[in-house]
């Protein structure tokens, strides 16, 4: 302790800083006898509180000083020398908060450090002291923690506050805290102490904005839930101010619906609350003087929530009418009260009286007539309350009368002691009912309030809990409201989720103590848990504030609402005690924006005549202290739990003059009965300007509420608003209200956010200034109000106001001179358009205070450069909105001048104009001489008016070009529009360059520009735009939105015609070109054809899909708008008579060139030429039964030489003259061999009539050649090379070549990286692959140089990526080559006889194909050329060819593993056909030679037994193979063998087999010594056990593809010796007799 008072605050003379400056004094009137003490500490002060005799502050650096009466100390401080809490040092500590004997302190960590008296538990279970300390000598942390979560989690504090036994902290997750005693901590207990912080579960759930501790009750400022979709309609929000009286017909209707009038306690306190009784002063009975006004309750009436005697037992009192209209409590013989509660009275079943509801009724009312009215003054004023000091705690020790009077009793008649009978209270029904009528009853319970809002009681109780809300509030974001230091609570908790902006959709609730109304629920009752106050919901409360006994509470509008006790004045409004909030009375033209509330005082802080605020007192004086300062410390802590009646106050707050002197005061504390200030002093002018921008924004605030209220609300809705001022009108003024809402709720919202930053001034960064940090939703707003203005203003509608506005004013047109500001005079209807254009003038004071503000420091600094630019932004706006009310006024005054039928078209309410000819200095060129034009410019149109018509030329769609002055003289400008031009001329040079630069600037405007215009001709050449054609021509009537260039449509738009046709895609020069997606309707089919694919020069022209509404679908090239080149047409489900598709060759929209049809109705597929639509030429027929005819078609039909074959190889060669009708020469040749030639007529499937010579061949008979050849397969066919040209030719002019080989290279390789990137560019849905893919394709190989060993892998690699992605060149033409193929091959083209004519078209594709790519890389060598090795050192190149040899490229071996995995299944099917017959027998032998064991086997092919495997290998272990062993030997080279089946080329089962030998290689060589070679005696019999036990299904049809497909360069080597080696194997085992 001696150190402590060794080590005053000012060891050394400080010297004042210019922040944070600290006044103190006693509380007292506006007497000069203030006694007025400045704190002087080296460092400014952050934050004062102040308790009942002791105080903390909080200076910069965390510091915390303590003065006072520190009782836990034995210490007196003076405030000349607050003593440092050293403890405390370093603990980062940014809020400090006092109770009345006890502190709290918080870190910026969350953490909570308390200290003082602990008699209660105030100071919680310290981790330093036990249950058993009274007193808490230094400050020690009290641990929040949750519980309910697993793990329990330390609970991070955001504020504090301090009652006199009870605490209370608000969590950074918004909710609240408490420990101590009473039940104003709002918990589910009656166990107290509470020692350890508990959560208040009422309010878990709702967001907690701040909160305020009384001497025994608390406050909470909670967000408002959003609100919900009820069948109730919400209660209507009482105007604010208005005293909540109700005649006594509304007030029996409320209460025929209200069955909740009635205290909701919470919990019911069952108990005694355990060390809550304490002494109380007993004082006499006094009566009341019957002067017919009305008297409070004493504060410690029975009127409280727990009405007990002394002795503990519970007693009841019953309240019983009297005739006179006066209650009273009744007493038992022993002197305790007797309680009764309402609900349980009323609802006797036993009752005397006949109508039990009517009476009940009747008491409610009598009990709740109020003690709020009006006092009147005259002697004896200050005695109509009981004068004793009384105790509100919940245990009353004397019995006390509870003071209750009917407002409209004209004389107050003596007390009752004895209970009235129930005759005389049934006698009374009737009197009461009428003497009641149409009277004004104020209610001490505030009846009508609680009625109105009785159905919507739900909303008061909490929200349920919920996740998600809104983290800690301590968040860095660069807004006004980030906390920081002592105002970190109001700034920082009530920011609006998601923006930023604080919230002022609130609520107030309240629990605690109730003896003197300071809960404001309309009772003296105690509430256990926290109830919201109804009233105050839809006030916009900021800040709630709480006294020893009272509470305030501040709105957004600078409103401050009083309730509680009013013994010393403190309410600022009457004498009475107020259990409802009711409104302070304050001086015109104050504006409150800080309150706080001591034991029996309030100070407030409000913006007065100059911008430096002003201190505003109510409560008790200096005069009457001096009595009740010689009662000791100790008997005020006991005694004074409710205030004493003060002799001398004022009835409403009084101005301290002495405020000016302190300089700018930021906020504003009481504690006990003391004040205090903290001030600025006004640096380089920035204070002034930061409280001129609040002050200002304040006044803007309360003005635009009160524009809200009294004149726009009312009119909006009245009756009659729509027929005076029109439909038009009426929806326009709509919506200039609700902008007005808006701009309202955003100003409101700032200045909150103002008053908030001055709290904390000294703290905040200026850049974090919401005109800064918010400016676009700022400037939205702004403009979005001054266009719904003058959209008003400009159809008419103030003038049909102004008349709207005398009916609904009348005669109290001092109303509407009270919303106007300085300057302005009420006149007509002009004063209404000023009025509500004056917001817009408070850009520019926002403009002029950031400059200011931006004076203050240097140039460099960031903060300058955020102000500077922010002082541009808004007067930029300023300026811009200026003139538009200056346009809009213009447009006003043009329509009212020119007003007819003709001109009213053409008013609309965005509308403005620009300039017009009436003077006839345009007119248009070459026009008559008796012509009328009038050009009228708007902001979005031209309009040309001659006579009685007038033509409206978009803005949009209209481009202005000077021209050039000739020899003519004529000042003319060119004017394009999408259907015309035409050229105006001026009379004189100035008004060319008025009307180009007004046009310029106006395009530029409607365009999205800044509206500065352009040089001329240039503005915006090139733009996009919507418009509708009218004139003759393709788009007649179409509506167009999209590019333009120079007045045709250009670029990506889209088309729509009335008729149902739309097209989507790109323009160019006025007409489709490009990608494009069109929808035509068919009325005859009542269903649309719909196009995808390439335009040109409006036709459809290139690749696309065009899909037929009956049903066809066509997908490839088109020229001209017709079907040419290659197509693909199959008719859809929707033609019933035929299914069919055909893929080939057309030329100008029919069939012409090679081509294959598949007709699935008849199962018949045609391959072979057409002419016209017709089949005409070579061609091959399968029909699904098999029968297989090549031979010339005419017209249609079968008609010329050709060959049948059925499937059981019956021939036929001869004349055909109609599809499968016989007519002329021929020769039959039957399967056996037997041969029938003459003359046949007749139909093949019908039966053949013949005229010839039946030969049956001799055995010894040799062959007959000639005859041979007639059946010869493809002498009629289609060359293979002549097939597909369409396609290959389809992908040349994809590469901008017009044939093969026909153009520049480089202009290939452009084509294809705009295709790439179109690709790219249009199509955003692309996956991941895909994206990667087309990214690998920009890198191209280099293609001029070269082609050596080198770069070839990287152009093969290259060409695998192309041929995967449809999207280029290369890739689009494998994917329809595969499609061809297919559709040529499957299905009914499953002809075993078409296998020779597959093969060779698979082979003309690798010829076609090498042809591009050597066109691309024309360094590649001729098919089977030899690709050199580079130029490099000698170790290199004899390293490439010792490991890779010489590399020779051919078609196959470079484009064969390209094309043929999606060729194999239908080609591998007609191998398989063709080869059926020899691969049953080849089956048949496999599967009967494997039925013997190895040995045997290998015996029996004659392998020698040197090759004969001993062990065999299974799982790792060794095995001896035996006689009866089977599948044991060579195991590794037959799974080897085995995979020939999974692969696809060629050159991949080449491998296979070399594989295979390797295998059995390596299996015999353990078996030999030394080196071993093979000859084809012991190699043969050996692979043919590995081929027999293989078992590989089609291995004819396997070594057929082998061989007419492999890359001829291997035939001969290596490779071709193992390929010959199986083959002779699978013939061998074909003829197994030779075995």
């Known amino acids: 302790m001696e150190n402590r008072e060794d080590s005053p605050a000012y060891e050394q003379v400080p010297t004042p800083p210019e922040r944070g400056l600290l006044h103190i004094w006693k509380s007292a009137g ?50 000349s020398a607050p003593v440092l809490e050293e403890s405390l040092l370093g603990k980062s500590v940014v809020r400090v908060a006092a109770g009345g004997f006890h502190c709290g302190a918080l870190s910026e960590q969350g953490n909570v450090y308390m200290w003082g008296e602990n008699t209660a538990g105030q100071c919680g279970l310290t981790e330093k002291g036990t249950v058993t300390n009274t007193t808490v000598s230094e400050p020690c942390p009290v641990s929040v923690v949750d519980s309910e979560v697993v793990p329990p989690a330390v609970v991070r504090v955001m504020d504090l506050a301090c009652g006199r036994e009870h605490s209370l902290a608000l969590s950074s997750q918004n909710e609240l805290w408490a420990w101590g005693s009473g039940c104003q901590l709002g918990l589910v207990t009656n166990n107290f102490p509470v020692w350890r912080p508990q959560k208040v579960e009422h309010l878990a759930g709702r967001h907690v904005i701040q909160v305020a501790c009384g001497a025994y009750h608390s406050l909470a400022l909670v967000r408002s839930l959003l609100p919900q979709n009820t069948t109730q309609r919400p209660p209507e929000k009482k105007e604010r101010g208005q005293s909540p009286h109700s005649s006594v017909t509304e007030r029996e209707e409320s209460f025929a619906v209200d069955d909740a009038h009635y205290c909701p306690l919470g919990v019911e306190l069952t108990e005694v609350l355990i060390g809550e009784t304490t002494p109380r002063r007993k004082g006499p009975r006094r009566r009341l003087h019957p002067v017919g006004r009305s008297a409070g309750s004493s504060p410690g009436s029975g009127a409280g929530s727990c009405p007990y005697s002394g002795d503990g037992k519970s007693s009841t009192t019953q309240m019983l009418p009297q005739l006179d209209g006066h209650a009273d409590n009744l007493t038992q013989t022993d002197g305790r009260p007797v309680s009764h509660p309402l609900s349980c009275w009323g609802a006797n079943k036993n009752s005397a009286f006949p109508d039990e509801m009517e009476l009940q ?143 002022m959709e609130t609520e107030v609730w309240s629990w605690g103590r109730g003896s003197e109304g300071q809960l404001g629920h309309g009772d003296q009752l105690a509430r256990l848990q926290p109830l919201c106050i109804k009233s105050l919901t839809g006030e916009e409360v900021i800040k709630v504030a709480a006294g020893s006994h009272h509470s305030l509470a501040l709105s957004a509008q600078c409103k401050v609402y009083s309730w509680g006790s009013n013994m010393c004045g403190q309410l600022g409004h009457g004498n009475s005690p107020v259990t409802v909030p009711q409104q302070a009375k304050l001086s015109d033209g ?204 400009v159809m008419g509608g103030f003038q049909s106001l102004h008349k709207l506005s005398l009916e609904f004013l009348g005669s109290q047109r001092s109303m509407l001179a009270q919303l106007c500001v300085p300057n302005q005079a009420v006149s007509g209807d002009a004063d209404l358009v000023s009025l509500l254009y004056w917001p817009l003038e408070q850009l520019h004071q926002y403009s002029r205070v950031l400059l200011k503000l931006a004076a203050c420091y240097d140039v460099l600094t960031e903060e300058y450069q955020y102000l500077h630019q922010g002082c541009g932004q808004y007067e930029s706006l300023s300026l811009s909105l200026l003139r538009r009310k200056k346009e809009a006024e213009t447009t006003f005054v043009f329509w009212k001048s020119h007003s007819g039928k003709n001109t009213e078209v053409l008013r609309l309410p965005q509308r403005r104009v620009v300039c017009e000819s009436s003077n006839r200095s345009l007119t248009l060129q070459k026009a008559g001489r008796f012509s009328n034009h009038w050009f009228i410019l708007f902001n979005d149109a031209l309009v040309h008016t001659q006579f009685s018509t007038h033509h409206v030329y978009p803005l949009t769609c209209l481009w202005v070009k000077p021209v050039t002055e000739d020899t003519s003289g004529l000042y003319a400008i060119k004017i394009t529009c999408p259907e015309e031009s035409f050229t105006l001329v001026a009379s004189t040079p100035q008004e060319k360059n008025k009307w180009l630069r007004s046009l310029n600037q106006a395009v530029d405007q409607v365009l999205g520009g800044g509206g500065q215009g352009s040089s001329p001709g240039v503005t915006a050449i090139s733009r996009t735009a919507s418009y509708t054609f009218t004139g003759e021509g393709r788009f007649k009537d179409a509506h167009y939105t999209g590019g333009w260039l120079a007045g045709r449509v250009h670029g990506r738009g889209t088309m729509k015609w009335p008729d149902g046709r739309t097209y989507t895609g790109n323009f160019k020069n006025g007409l489709e070109d490009g990608y494009g997606e069109s929808v035509m309707p068919d009325k005859v089919l009542n269903k649309p054809d719909s ?439 060579f195991v590794s080279a037959v799974e080897t063998l085995q995979q020939i089946s999974t692969t696809f080329t060629p050159s991949d089962k080449l491998m296979v087999i070399q594989k295979t030998f390797e295998e059995l290689t390596q299996e015999v060589k353990p078996m030999l010594d030394g080196d071993f070679l093979w000859c084809m005696d012991d190699l043969l019999p050996l692979f043919l056990y590995v081929v027999l036990r293989a078992r590989i299904r089609n291995l004819g049809a396997e070594v057929n593809l082998i061989e007419d497909l492999m890359d001829p360069n291997v035939q001969h080597g290596e490779m071709g010796l193992m390929f010959t080696t199986l083959k002779a194997c699978y013939i061998q085992i074909q003829h197994e007799s030779t075995l």
Request: proline share 5%; glycine share 8%.
């Open 30 to 79: 506006p007497s000069e006898e203030l006694c007025l003490e400045r704190v002087l500490l080296s460092r400014p002060v952050l934050q004062v509180t102040l308790g009942e005799h002791h105080g903390l502050l909080l200076t910069q650096g965390s510091q915390v000083y303590s003065f006072g009466e520190l009782l836990w100390r034995d210490l007196s401080i003076p405030l």
């Open 361 to 503: 009724n009747l008491l409610q009312k009598l009990s709740g007539h109020s003690l709020e009215m009006q006092p009147v003054s005259g002697p004896g004023d200050t005695d109509s309350l009981s004068s004793q000091t009384s105790d509100d705690s919940c245990v009353s020790s004397t019995p006390s009368t509870d003071l209750l009077i009917s407002s409209n009793s004209g004389v107050s008649g003596p007390y009752s002691s004895s209970p009235v009978c129930l005759e005389e209270v049934r006698l009374c029904l009737e009197a009461e009912k009428k003497a009641l009528q149409g009277q004004k009853s104020s209610s001490l319970t505030n009846i009508h309030q609680k009625g109105k809002t009785a159905g919507n009681r739900r909303r008061s109780l909490p929200g349920t809990p919920t996740h998600g809300r809104n983290g800690s509030p301590r968040r860095r974001r660069p807004c006004a409201c980030r906390p920081s230091s002592a105002s970190r609570t109001q700034a920082a908790a009530s920011e609006e989720a998601g923006d930023g902006l604080p919230s």
């Open 590 to 793: 104050l504006r409150v924006w800080d309150v706080s509330a001591g034991q029996s005082h309030s100070l407030l802080l409000a913006d007065g005549d100059c911008v430096q605020p002003i201190l505003l007192y109510c409560g008790q004086h200096q005069d009457s202290l001096s009595g009740q300062s010689k009662r000791s410390h100790q008997s005020q802590r006991s005694c004074q739990r409710s205030p004493s009646r003060a002799e001398i106050y004022s009835v409403r707050p009084t101005l301290l003059p002495l405020c000016m002197e302190m300089g700018y005061i930021s906020s504003v504390r009481c504690g006990g009965q003391s004040c205090a200030v903290l001030a600025d002093q006004n640096v380089m002018g920035f204070i002034s300007a930061i409280h001129e921008l609040a002050s200002r924004e304040r006044h803007f605030y309360c003005w635009l509420s009160n524009t809200r209220k009294l004149l726009l609300t009312p009119l909006r809705n009245r009756e009659g608003v729509c027929p005076t001022l029109g439909e038009p009108c009426t929806h326009l003024f709509f919506s200039l209200c609700e902008s007005f809402v808006r701009l309202s709720i955003m100003i409101g919202r700032h200045a909150t956010s103002l008053s908030y930053f001055l709290h904390d001034v000294q703290g905040r960064d200026v850049t974090s200034l919401l005109l800064l940090t918010h400016t676009d939703d700022f400037q939205d707003i702004y403009k979005e109000y001054c266009s719904a203005l003058g959209n008003f203003q």
């Open 1091 to 1529: 196009y995808q694919g390439q335009w040109r020069d409006g036709k459809i022209h290139g690749f696309g899909k065009y899909k037929y509404a009956s049903g066809e679908v066509y997908e490839g090239c088109f020229y001209e708008g017709q079907r040419h080149g290659y197509g693909m047409l199959s008719s859809g489900k929707q033609a019933r008579t035929s299914s069919s598709v055909f893929i080939g060759q057309w030329i100008q929209d029919r069939k012409t060139g090679y081509g294959v049809y598949d007709d699935i109705t008849r199962g018949e597929k045609y391959m072979g030429m057409w002419l016209d639509d017709q089949r005409n030429g070579s061609a091959v027929v399968v029909t699904q039964y098999g029968v297989y005819f090549e031979g010339t078609f005419k017209e249609n039909k079968m008609i010329g030489p050709g060959l049948l074959l059925s499937d059981d190889d019956t021939a036929f060669h001869g004349d055909f003259s109609d599809d499968w009708t016989v007519n002329g020469k021929g020769v039959l040749s039957l399967a056996n061999g037997d041969c029938l030639e003459g003359l046949f007529s007749g139909e093949w499937s019908t039966g053949l009539k013949v005229t010839g010579t039946y030969t049956k061949p001799a055995a010894d008979e040799p062959e007959n050649k000639e005859r041979n050849s007639l059946f010869r397969l493809g002498q009629y066919l289609v060359p293979s090379a002549q097939r597909w040209g369409c396609v290959f030719t389809e992908c040349w002019s994809r590469l901008g070549c017009d044939a093969a080989g026909r153009g520049e290279r480089s202009t290939a390789w452009e084509n294809i990286a705009v295709t790439i990137t179109t690709a790219q560019r249009h199509s955003p849905n692309l996956s991941r692959s895909q994206s990667k893919a087309l990214e690998s394709l920009e890198f191209i190989p280099p293609q001029g140089e070269a082609v050596t060993t080198a770069n070839f892998d990287n152009i093969r690699r290259y060409f695998i990526k192309a041929c995967e992605t449809p999207i280029h060149p290369l890739g689009w033409l494998v994917e329809t080559l595969v499609t061809v193929y297919r559709m040529t091959y499957v299905g009914v083209g499953s002809n075993r006889r078409l296998l020779r004519q597959a093969v060779q078209e698979v082979q003309a594709y690798l010829t076609h194909f090498y042809c591009l790519v050597r066109f691309l890389f024309p360094g590649l060598p001729e098919d089977g050329g030899i690709i050199p090795d580079p130029p490099a050192s000698p170790t290199k190149s004899r390293h490439n060819s010792n490991i890779e040899g010489i590399v020779v490229v051919s078609c196959s071996s470079l484009l064969l593993p390209l094309l043929l995995p999606r060729l194999y299944p239908p080609l591998f099917t007609l191998y398989s056909l063709q080869e059926e017959q020899e691969e049953a027998q080849y089956w048949e032998r496999i599967l009967r030679l494997n039925k013997q064991p190895d040995q045997s086997l290998l015996s029996f092919l004659g392998v020698q037994e040197k090759f004969w495997p001993v062990w065999m290998s299974i799982l790792g272990e060794k095995k001896q193979i035996v006689s009866s062993s089977k599948d044991a030997c």
